[in-house]
Structures are given as structure tokens and as C-alpha cells.
């Protein structure tokens, strides 16, 4: 039956492309496509779990508020994350030369704007006579704003090794062995939104095997976030209160929340930072706490903030007769207090930061300095490695940073220096150029000193921090026709210093090469190559010193998208990994996968369902593969040994102001009867999700 199964979906792939296609529509599989494969390329390079509601949530804003093309600037521009640089100059003189749009058509007339670019910024865009700014009334905000509550249930079926039943004596001998609250995740947000100005949130999360309501949760939830948030009041830029975000620059001296970077989308590298923003995600570590103003007077934004937060770490106290003194050996960043050493690390030491932003904005010219303090109330302790030698150790640093960005014409030039207290340095400069509407290029050179030190810093680089490396990128992307595109990059790194499991200088490259054919605006389709060569430490069994061995990493995948009706989009994947380190024998695997989404225009209901197999050698060789899920939640499995994987969603949309998601998700392995170890134990071949979720409109 499963072999009749397979066979059924292969065949399937195989004439999808004969498939007739038709219904003109104002979405864009290729822009889905593109999302999806930024959120890849994150979860590929990093094992921790990000929340990236952040750039849907921002997309959805804009469709239910699109953005007036006789009435915007660059700032507004710059949430569409479609366009670059170029387009957005380009767009905004020829709105200036025509004073008025009076169509979407005359998009193709702007240098840089093809068929596929006006397709996907569709529905983030309208047309309509510029309107005068209305002054913000507190009746209207009542009667206009909108409200959105979110309720969500999340669940393992099977039993994990955590959950399952122990004698009291073997408990209280290991207390640690077993988690302290149910398998259920819980989560729920309250929103209250009034056009772009206002936002109003509180969001509250119990991730699994945490107590709630009881226990070492007595206040009920494990996490808590609130934020008010105002915007575009006149002179007022911006003012946090609660939890936000902060960007500026390049991310080099302080950057939090989502950040991009290598793609395939190999030209758009330079960071749009967006100064202070509201925070409403559940990453338990990556924000601001406290309050935040920007202010513009003339060609200046004056940007100061204060945060005070507690945060995790592993400290030990050390009684002495006078005193007791507490060093922090690490600070800890997962989230998760689900154990009594995980309950004793939690906010235990606190962080207090304050600082300031100072920017220049005047005819394609932005220049910014970031200066900020931050303090512990504990030391943290000296590193006892030698390949982290130069990490932060004390209680307090300083950072420093001058960012710039000048455009003129066809190119952008763009970068930013930091210092930290310790004399560390750390500086990239970019440039991007235009040759013609058909041909861009990126260039992005990098020196991030060993010694440089700061805990929010998100900048690009090969690296997971932005420390010991020195690199240089060059992306391209050519329009070969109307419906055929080539994109491209390499970027050459070093690493001056050692490294985790490198125990020697090191460097390394990485290319990509993806093809992308939009047949129409129903079926798209890509090939890409990338590999990576990097330096790891020899696995033999050597005594006195580590050799570094070349480790390869390659991947080819194939993907096309299409839709065969107005309700119907059906897309494949097929995909092959290679994983060699030194002389050793490869690791090898591949993944196959059909999705079909129904999306009945007339019908309260969608849904979305994947069959996928995988067979891989080793966890080394693992694909990443992005999955559908409920609203503001995401699914970037990674798939490796050998089995097959299914998932189905569905939305209903019971009465006008309230929608229901239900997601399943089963993963089957044919070659193991063990899944994951330690309190993630599973004693058998398959694990299953459930997830649901009510969303609320008021």
C-alpha cells in the first residue's frame, strides 16, 4: 500500500507540468516561494528555534493597510521586502516626475520593474488620491482600532521520556530526569491595533514540560510580554513602552529581533533598519525592555532608550565572611524552564542597558552613530576554553557604532564601524550597483576582530556571532528574460582565530547558483546549487594535536509551484544533499515532497496537505524543508534518516470575526525505533503534533 502511495505522488510530479493553468489572480506563488526560502536558508544555519512572526505579521499589515503610491516615502517602501534599493529610488522619481499614479501599469515603466516584481507587490499596494493627514482622535481610535486575540494548543501525541512515570526515590535521587509540567504548549495573544499609529499587546506562553498555575508557576504563565506602541505622531516618531525591538545601521552594534542573511535572493544583503519597533513575539531573550522615543526635528531622529530586564544564566555563589559573590559561567538563551536546573537559572541575573541613536537623513545620504552601556548585577566569569578566549567576561561593556549609506543614480554604497568597550573592532562595507534594469551586483567586505564583544549584534556574516571573521561577498542577479532569471553569489571567509571543534585558524567558501523560470504568473519554478567548504577538526584519535580536515557540504533541489485552478496549488520538491569531511566516505540523502492547498473562494474553509520522503545517512546530511502552519506559528523541520513525513492544516472560518486552525503533523521512520534521547525520548518509529488555534477579531 505504501509503495502504490509513492508511486501515485511520483507520478503526479512527473506531469505536473503538462497541467493545464489558468485564473488570473493578484497573489504570486514566486513571492511565497521567495519568503520561504529566506526562512530556509535561517533555519539551516542555526539550531535554536526563532520566531519569525515577525515578517508575516508585518506582511499582513500591509495587506489590510497597503501602501498609497501617491502618498508614500521611502521609509514606507522599505516594508516591502520585494523591493531593493534601486527600485524604491526609482519608484519614488518617477512618482515625483509624474506628480500621480493613475495605474499599477505604469509600474513597468520604472527602471527595474518587471512583470514578476509588480506581481508581488500587488497586494501590498493601492492607487487612490493622496488623502490629508487626519489628526488621531481618541473616539475614532475606539470606534476604528481593531482587536485580535489568539489562543493556541500545541501537543506531542506520543510519550516522551520526560513525561513518563518514576518511583519517588529514583525522582528525588535525580530530580532533573524528569520535567516538572505537562506536554501541553500554550499560548495566547491579545492585540489591539489602530492603523499604523497604535498598537497596544500582551502575550503570554507555557512552552512544554513547564508548570502553569501552580507550582514554580504560580503567576500562571512561564513568559509574559507587553508592549503600547505609537507611531507618525507628528514630530514623535516613535515611543515603546514595554517590550520593543531596537535596529539600527547594519546590525553590527546593536540589532534585535529577526535579521536576514546569505539567500538566494543574492543581491538584497543590506539591512533596512527600522529604529525602534513593537515587539509582540515569544523569544524569551532577544528584545528590549523598558521604554524607547524617536524624535525628528528637521533632517535628525534623536533615538534614546532604557531597558531593564531579568535574564537566564548558569551562576554559582562562592560565601566568603563579608561577602557572597556570584559569577555567571554562561548566560543561558534557550527559553526553556521546564526542569529545577532550568527553574534555577531563570532570571537570575539582571540586564540593564540604556543608550542612544543619532541619525542624519537628507537626499539619498544616512549617516547614524548608536551608542549604549550595558550592565549585569553579576560577573560574568572569565571563558576556560581556549577557542572563546576573547569572549565578554565582567559585568559591564560599552558599544560604539557609525553607520552610513549614501545613493546616487544606480548605486548604494552602505556600512558601519563598531568598537566595544575592550577596544574590539568590527567594520563591513557594501556596495550596490545597477548596470541596467536587467543586471544588479552586490559587493559586502567584512573584519570582525576576535576581541570585538556584543551580545546584540546582528550582522552579516558566516558565523552565528559577529566575531572572528573576515569575509567577501559578491552577489549577482541577471534578468535573462522576461521570464527567466539567474541569481548568484560566493563568499570567501576566514576565521583569524579558533573556532568551536576548530582548533586552528580556519576558512572557508560558499556558492549559490538558483535559475528561476516564471512559466506565468500561476507556475514557477527553480533549481539551486549551493556548497559550503569550511575546516573542522580531524576525528581521528590524535594526542597532541587536532588536524583540520575540508568538510563539504552540498545541495541540489529542484521546486516548482503551480496552481491548476483558482482553488487548487499543487508543489513538489525534490531535493539531494551531500555531506564529505576529508578522505571519509560520504553521507548522502534526498527528499521528495507534494503539497496540495485547496483555497475554495466561496467556501468557509481552506486546507493544505504535504506527503513527504526522506532517506539520509546520517543527521549530518539533513535537509531543512519550510511547512504551512497556523497563523503566526512555523514548522522548519529538519528531515533526516529514513522514513516519510505528512502534515495536513486546515482553516475554518466559522463566523465572520472568528477562524479556527487545526495541524497535523506525523513524522515515520523506517530504520528507527528510538527517537531523539535524553527527556525527548520517544520509545518507538513515529511522533505526532497536534496544534490548534482560535483567532478572536474584535
Same mark, same amino acid.
Given at each position: 500500500m505504501k509503495n502504490n502511495r509513492s508511486i501515485?505522488?511520483?507520478?503526479?510530479?512527473?506531469?505536473?507540468?503538462?497541467?493545464?493553468?489558468?485564473?488570473?489572480?493578484?497573489?504570486?506563488?514566486?513571492?511565497?516561494? !521567495?519568503?520561504?526560502?529566506?526562512?530556509?536558508?535561517?533555519?539551516?544555519?542555526t539550531d535554536e528555534e526563532l520566531d519569525y512572526s515577525e515578517l508575516i505579521e508585518g506582511l499582513e499589515e500591509l495587506m489590510k493597510n497597503p501602501i498609497n503610491?501617491?502618498?508614500?516615502?521611502?521609509? @514606507?517602501?522599505?516594508? $516591502?521586502?520585494?523591493?531593493?534599493?534601486?527600485?524604491?529610488?526609482?519608484? *519614488?522619481?518617477?512618482?515625483?516626475?509624474?506628480?500621480?499614479?493613475?495605474?499599477?501599469?505604469?509600474?513597468?515603466?520604472?527602471?527595474?520593474?518587471?512583470?514578476?516584481?509588480i506581481?508581488?507587490?500587488?497586494?501590498?499596494?493601492?492607487?487612490?488620491?493622496?488623502?490629508? +493627514? !487626519?489628526?488621531?482622535?481618541?473616539? &475614532?481610535?475606539?470606534?476604528?482600532? %481593531?482587536?485580535?486575540?489568539?489562543?493556541?494548543?500545541?501537543?506531542?501525541?506520543?510519550?516522551?521520556?520526560?513525561?513518563?512515570?518514576?518511583?519517588?526515590?529514583?525522582? &528525588?535521587a535525580s530530580p532533573n530526569s524528569r520535567y516538572l509540567g505537562s506536554p501541553n504548549k500554550i499560548y495566547t495573544r491579545y492585540n489591539f491595533r489602530y492603523r499604523r499609529n497604535i498598537s497596544l499587546g500582551v502575550t503570554a506562553e507555557k512552552d512544554a514540560g513547564e508548570e502553569s498555575f501552580g507550582g514554580t508557576q504560580k503567576n500562571g504563565f512561564d513568559y509574559y510580554s507587553a508592549h503600547l506602541f505609537l507611531q507618525d505622531f507628528g514630530t514623535l516618531k516613535a515611543l515603546a513602552i514595554g517590550d520593543y525591538h531596537l535596529q539600527f545601521g547594519q546590525g553590527l552594534t546593536l540589532w534585535t529581533g529577526l535579521a536576514f542573511g546569505k539567500s538566494s535572493d543574492a543581491v538584497n544583503i543590506k539591512k533596512r533598519s527600522s529604529g525602534v519597533r513593537r515587539y509582540s513575539s515569544v523569544d524569551e531573550n532577544n528584545f528590549m525592555r523598558g521604554i524607547a522615543t524617536t524624535v525628528g526635528i528637521k533632517n535628525f531622529e534623536i533615538t534614546a532608550f532604557y531597558s531593564l530586564k531579568k535574564v537566564d544564566a548558569n551562576i554559582s555563589g562562592t560565601d566568603s565572611v563579608n561577602s557572597e559573590e556570584y559569577f555567571i559561567y554562561s548566560l543561558q538563551e534557550t527559553g526553556y524552564h521546564s526542569t529545577p536546573s532550568q527553574i534555577e537559572d531563570k532570571d537570575a541575573i539582571k540586564e540593564n542597558i540604556y543608550g542612544t541613536h543619532i541619525a542624519y537623513n537628507k537626499k539619498g545620504l544616512n549617516v547614524g552613530v548608536t551608542a549604549y552601556k550595558t550592565k549585569y548585577d553579576s560577573e560574568l566569569k572569565a571563558?576556560? !576554553?581556549?577557542?572563546?578566549?576573547?569572549?565578554?567576561?565582567?559585568?559591564? &561593556?560599552?558599544?560604539?557604532?557609525?553607520?552610513?549609506?549614501?545613493?546616487?543614480?544606480?548605486?548604494?554604497?552602505?556600512?558601519?564601524?563598531? %568598537?566595544?568597550? &575592550?577596544?574590539? $573592532?568590527?567594520?563591513?562595507?557594501?556596495?550596490?550597483?545597477?548596470?541596467?534594469?536587467?543586471?544588479?551586483?552586490?559587493?559586502?567586505?567584512?573584519?570582525?576582530? %576576535?576581541?570585538?564583544?556584543?551580545?546584540?549584534?546582528?550582522?552579516?556574516?558566516?558565523?552565528?556571532?559577529?566575531?572572528?571573521?573576515?569575509? *567577501?561577498?559578491?552577489? +549577482?542577479?541577471?534578468?535573462?528574460?522576461?521570464?527567466?532569471?539567474?541569481?548568484?553569489?560566493?563568499?570567501?571567509? =576566514?576565521?583569524?582565530?579558533?573556532?568551536? %571543534?576548530?582548533?586552528?585558524?580556519?576558512?572557508?567558501?560558499?556558492?549559490?547558483?538558483?535559475?528561476?523560470?516564471?512559466?506565468?504568473?500561476?507556475?514557477? +519554478?527553480?533549481?539551486?546549487?549551493?556548497?559550503?567548504n569550511k575546516k573542522i577538526n580531524n576525528s581521528g584519535d590524535l594526542n597532541v594535536i587536532d588536524f583540520l580536515d575540508e568538510r563539504i557540504k552540498q545541495s541540489y533541489r529542484y521546486h516548482i509551484s503551480y496552481?491548476?485552478?483558482?482553488?487548487?496549488?499543487?508543489?513538489?520538491?525534490?531535493?539531494?544533499?551531500?555531506?564529505?569531511?576529508?578522505? @571519509?566516505?560520504?553521507?548522502?540523502?534526498?527528499?521528495?515532497?507534494?503539497?496540495?492547498?485547496?483555497?475554495p473562494s466561496r467556501r468557509p474553509f481552506i486546507f493544505t496537505l504535504r506527503y513527504a520522503m526522506f532517506d539520509t545517512d546520517s543527521y549530518d546530511s539533513r535537509i531543512y524543508a519550510y511547512e504551512n502552519d497556523v497563523l503566526y506559528a512555523f514548522s522548519i523541520p529538519s528531515y533526516y534518516y529514513k522514513g516519510s513525513r505528512i502534515?495536513?492544516? $486546515?482553516?475554518?472560518?466559522?463566523?465572520?470575526?472568528?477562524?479556527?486552525?487545526?495541524?497535523?503533523? !506525523?513524522?515515520?521512520?523506517?530504520? =528507527?525505533?528510538?527517537?531523539?534521547?535524553?527527556l525527548t525520548q520517544i520509545n518507538g518509529n513515529t511522533k505526532s503534533e497536534v496544534k490548534a488555534q482560535f483567532r478572536i477579531k474584535i
Open positions: 501515485f505522488l511520483l507520478f503526479i510530479f512527473l506531469i505536473s507540468g503538462n497541467l493545464s493553468l489558468f485564473a488570473q489572480i493578484t497573489d504570486t506563488i514566486s513571492g511565497e516561494n !521567495q519568503i520561504q526560502q529566506k526562512i530556509e536558508n535561517i533555519a539551516e544555519n503610491l501617491n502618498n508614500t516615502n521611502e521609509s @514606507e517602501l522599505k516594508r $516591502l521586502i520585494f523591493l531593493n534599493d534601486f527600485q524604491i529610488r526609482n519608484l *519614488l522619481d518617477y512618482a515625483k516626475y509624474q506628480k500621480k499614479f493613475i495605474s499599477v501599469y505604469e509600474l513597468q515603466a520604472i527602471d527595474g520593474f518587471n512583470r514578476e516584481i506581481y508581488k507587490i500587488l497586494p501590498y499596494i493601492t492607487i487612490s488620491e493622496p488623502k490629508k +493627514m !487626519q489628526k488621531i482622535k481618541l473616539k &475614532n481610535v475606539l470606534k476604528y482600532g %481593531r482587536s485580535d486575540l489568539f489562543i493556541r494548543y500545541q501537543r506531542v501525541l506520543e510519550e516522551q521520556e520526560g513525561y513518563s512515570a518514576i518511583d519517588d526515590s529514583t525522582l &528525588n571563558p576556560s !576554553q581556549l577557542y572563546n578566549k576573547f569572549d565578554f567576561y565582567g559585568d559591564e &561593556n560599552t558599544n560604539f557604532g557609525f553607520d552610513y549609506s549614501y545613493s546616487a543614480k544606480n548605486f548604494n554604497i552602505f556600512g558601519e564601524v563598531a %568598537r566595544s568597550e &575592550n577596544g574590539g $573592532l568590527a567594520y563591513l562595507n557594501g556596495l550596490l550597483i545597477s548596470l541596467d534594469s536587467r543586471v544588479s551586483f552586490s559587493l559586502l567586505h567584512r573584519n570582525y576582530q %576576535r576581541n570585538y564583544q556584543s551580545h546584540y549584534s546582528s550582522a552579516f556574516s558566516e558565523s552565528s556571532e559577529n566575531v572572528n571573521e573576515k569575509g *567577501l561577498y559578491i552577489g +549577482m542577479l541577471a534578468s535573462l528574460s522576461s521570464k527567466l532569471s539567474l541569481s548568484a553569489y560566493i563568499d570567501n571567509f =576566514k576565521f583569524p582565530w579558533l573556532k568551536f %571543534r576548530t582548533d586552528a585558524p580556519s576558512g572557508g567558501v560558499e556558492y549559490l547558483v538558483q535559475l528561476d523560470y516564471d512559466l506565468s504568473r500561476n507556475v514557477n +519554478m527553480y533549481f539551486k546549487f549551493r556548497q559550503e496552481r491548476v485552478s483558482p482553488s487548487i496549488v499543487l508543489k513538489n520538491r525534490i531535493e539531494y544533499s551531500r555531506y564529505l569531511v576529508g578522505s @571519509e566516505e560520504s553521507d548522502n540523502g534526498y527528499l521528495f515532497y507534494q503539497d496540495l492547498a485547496y483555497r502534515y495536513l492544516l $486546515l482553516r475554518y472560518k466559522i463566523t465572520k470575526n472568528i477562524d479556527f486552525w487545526l495541524r497535523y503533523s !506525523q513524522t515515520y521512520y523506517s530504520n =528507527k525505533y528510538v527517537i531523539s534521547s535524553g
